[in-house]
């Protein structure tokens, strides 16, 4: 402030002495919204959509796939010729596979495991394809034979 201007604000304990004490008013017909639902209101108009759904996505994690050795890849490729040998031979041929599956938005992913009949082993695509026994459609999956950290041959039905 310059020198010699005053302050002139009123109080307001004088000003508004008749009402400053009496009790918060509540409404008669309805309850009172709680903090809760007040918040949701303004939630159309967060200027950050999306961000918590990118927050939880950014947290998840994914498993790193490993080399195999110079021994498991021998018998991985010994266990591929053995259920070749199967298919062309016309045995059905059961086998529980472990394989890497990237995930799609970031790096990483994750092995699963499943035992399903092959239906054929494609050498030229590289890609074994599997006789899906889930949900009797027949319906048939591709792995890719990069992907496959094990292979076991299950014993004939």
Request: net charge negative.
């Amino acid at each position: 402030m310059a020198e010699g201007a005053e302050k002139t604000e009123p109080d307001s304990r004088k000003e508004y002495g008749d009402i400053i004490d009496l009790p918060h008013w509540e409404p008669v017909t309805f309850t009172r919204m709680s903090m809760k639902q007040r918040a949701a209101q303004f939630a159309p108009f967060a200027a950050l959509t999306g961000y918590e759904e990118m927050v939880q996505e950014e947290a998840r994690e994914t498993g790193r796939r490993s080399d195999l050795s110079e021994e498991e890849t021998e018998e991985l490729n010994r266990q591929i010729l053995l259920a070749a040998r199967s298919l062309d031979q016309g045995a059905r041929t059961v086998c529980s596979i472990t394989f890497f599956v990237p995930d799609r938005l970031k790096d990483g992913g994750e092995y699963r495991t499943v035992t399903e009949a092959v239906h054929q082993i494609d050498a030229v695509r590289r890609k074994i394809v599997l006789e899906r026994k889930k949900k009797g459609s027949g319906a048939r999956e591709e792995i890719e034979l990069d992907q496959l950290i094990r292979m076991v041959l299950m014993p004939a039905d």
